[in-house]
Nanobody, 121 residues
Framework: QVQLVESGGGLVQPGGSLRLSCAAS????????MGWYRQAPGKQRELVAA???????NTADSVKGRFTISRDNDKNTVYLQMNSLKPEDTAVYYC???????????????WGQGTQVTVSS
């Protein structure tokens, strides 16, 4: 069973910073892409940032220059450093990995449980 454990969310003032972490279980055969999505109340889930196994990144225009995605392949962990946070960044943030749990299984999507980020004064 693939498990993703997220941490790092919370309440922060505008202009502040948070760092989200998402650790995937260690018994995964292989992980390709890793990423972060967010969903604000009444809105659809949207991609925030993604990173390939080779380290190439893709960041949404709304957070470009403020958010940075990175990964530690040895730890099966993806991070999201969020700086200069704005109230409109308030959402539940979900990590996502595209992985093969075992050699036999196909590549599939796995999701974290979500962590709340609230930006408010």
């Amino acid at each position: 069973q693939v498990q993703l454990v997220e941490s790092g969310g919370g309440l922060v003032q505008p202009g502040g910073s948070l760092r989200l972490s998402c650790a995937a279980s260690r018994n995964i055969f292989s992980i390709n892409g890793m990423g972060w999505y967010r969903q604000a109340p009444g809105k659809q889930r949207e991609l925030v940032a993604a990173i390939t196994s080779g380290g190439s990144t893709n960041t949404a225009d709304s957070v470009k220059g403020r958010f940075t995605i990175s990964r530690d392949n040895d730890k099966n962990t993806v991070y999201l450093q969020m700086n200069s946070l704005k109230p409109e960044d308030t959402a539940v943030y979900y990590c996502n990995i595209k992985a093969k749990w075992t050699f036999e299984l196909p590549l599939d999507d796995y999701w974290g449980q979500g962590t709340q980020v609230t930006v408010s004064s």
